[in-house]
């Protein structure tokens, strides 16, 4: 068995003849031009010629809908799997004539070759997989979120009879595994920016909890480009080359290796062999492999303001008018209707404000079991103060991107007080820090642009 390396959560693996290729970002950026791969690589796509192609989840880095269209345009015929009913609509749009919705823990038998969905308990519909041919394991986990090392052993031992592979309760042959404990949001909820023991420690105690042979980072090369890269002093605590020596210092057995666009690991009975650019017919490294992604330095010092950098070219006035229209139409109204769930008697102070280029409009809304009164004025006494980017909140209303690429891009930024005192003490409202979502919910958002790209290919 071989794993091809494309970049960032990319992979191409070839066992008994048969192509799998996971997670397909062949495009240079993703989530609306926020990031970037790296190091900068161009995929070679007519050598891919995967038969089977795998989308683990609906995240635009993963599930990218003009790489799933060059691919179906190539070969319709390529069966595609995947967690998600939206990405299994979108792929039938595209043109793909076999896509199946697989179930986590679910075994999938490709002509000796066997698949097992593995699950993952983080809010988002996915799952990770394990490939195995001729008793050999390699667990791809993806973006796979674990409540404990119970889980992972719980999923190997499972694997262990769904798979008919008993000795992978002894061992993983090979670990793409999750690694990077991303901050990248942290500092726009108003969230404290030390460094995360407790989350990275976890992430190590997991890696060892599977017993694996050999390791490499999955969804590993990835930065924000300008305006944006101010965010990759926050994203990345944890450089790679540090993570693969804290991996052999966690499992000092474990073989740990880099992971190039570019390279391969071939794995079988004996073990993995990395060979650094033995997939370069596949994919053209643009600028030279680094072993660590940049940035290469975590400096959570300092968050410069909101910017409004208005990529779609909204003419002046529009945006606003679009957006001050939205404020008084959806999120008003959408807040007065989840008053009663916020368990407060007082009213609610919810400002929004809107950064364009060369001007700023803020609105407070009062939310009270009377209703939702709109002022064009900042509140100082604010109970939740949403602060925005306005083309890009206009983009998220129009579809044209969704609440992901704006949070991403460090262009929202949330906060709140939100309590009720009482003679018993202070309650925190039950309310949400991102209230803008309230009008718009985060997955809808994601359906809209979906849909938007959809037809803008059409």
Same mark, same amino acid.
């Given at each position: 068995? !071989? ?37 900068? #690589? ?153 460094? %995360?023991?407790?989350? @990275? ?6 890696? %060892? ?38 991996? #052999? ?19 079988? #009975? ?34 410069? !303001? ?22 008084? !139409?959806?999120?008003?109204? %959408?807040?007065?209707?989840? @008053? ?34 709109? #002022? ?18 206009? *983009? ?23 309590? %009720? ?5 202070? *309650? ?26 959809? !037809?803008?290919?059409?």
């Amino acid at each position: 068995m !071989e794993w091809n390396y494309l970049g960032h959560a990319g992979w191409l693996c070839v066992a008994n003849g048969l192509r799998i290729l996971f997670d397909p970002l062949l495009e240079k950026t993703h989530h609306g031009g926020v990031f970037e791969v790296v190091p900068r #690589r161009t995929v070679n796509v007519a050598a891919l010629r995967p038969d089977f192609l795998i989308v683990s989840h609906a995240h635009t880095d993963h599930f990218d809908i003009p790489s799933l269209r060059r691919l179906a345009r190539m070969d319709p015929d390529t069966v595609l799997i995947t967690s998600d009913r939206l990405v299994e609509y979108a792929a039938q749009r595209l043109g793909f004539n076999k896509v199946h919705v697989a179930q986590s823990l679910e075994r999938i038998n490709l002509d000796g070759v066997q698949l097992l969905t593995t699950p993952s308990y983080a809010d988002a519909v996915e799952w990770g997989m394990m490939v195995e041919h001729e008793s050999v394991v390699t667990w791809n986990q993806v973006d796979t979120i674990h409540r404990s090392p119970m889980d992972v052993r719980t999923t190997v031992d499972y694997a262990a009879q769904g798979l008919l592979v008993p000795s992978i309760s002894d061992r993983v042959d090979l670990l793409l595994a999750r690694w990077q404990p991303l901050c990248e949001i942290a500092p726009m909820l108003g969230e404290k920016s030390a460094f %995360a023991h407790k989350s @990275y420690g976890a992430v190590l105690d997991e890696i %060892a909890a599977a017993r694996p042979l050999a390791v490499v980072p999955g969804s590993a090369g990835g930065r924000h480009v300008a305006p944006f890269d101010w965010l990759n002093h926050f994203s990345h605590p944890v450089p790679m080359k540090r993570f693969l020596a804290d991996v #052999r210092s966690r499992v000092p057995s474990v073989r740990a290796f880099d992971a190039p666009p570019g390279g391969r690991y071939v794995v079988d #009975r004996s073990g993995a062999v990395f060979e650094p650019r033995g997939a370069t017919q596949l994919v053209h490294v643009e600028e030279p492999a680094v072993v660590t992604p940049p940035p290469d330095e975590w400096r959570p010092a300092s968050i410069p !303001e909101v910017r409004d950098h208005n990529p779609w070219n909204y003419a002046p006035g529009i945006a606003r008018e679009r957006c001050a229209r939205w404020i008084r !139409e959806s999120l008003a109204p %959408a807040l007065a209707k989840s @008053y009663p769930a916020f368990r407060v008697t007082e009213p609610l102070s919810f400002v929004v404000d809107l950064r364009f280029d060369g001007a700023e409009d803020v609105y407070a809304i009062e939310v009270s079991s009377s209703g939702a009164y709109v #002022r064009a004025r900042f509140d100082p006494h604010w109970d939740l103060l949403n602060v925005i980017s306005g083309s890009q909140l206009c *983009a998220v209303i129009e579809g044209r991107a969704c609440w992901g690429d704006v949070l991403l891009s460090g262009n929202l930024r949330a906060f709140e007080r939100a309590y %009720a005192v009482s003679e018993q003490g202070l *309650a925190r409202a039950n309310v949400g820090v991102t209230f803008l979502y309230y009008a718009l919910p985060y997955e809808e958002s994601f359906q809209h642009f979906v849909m938007h790209e959809l !037809e803008k290919g059409a």
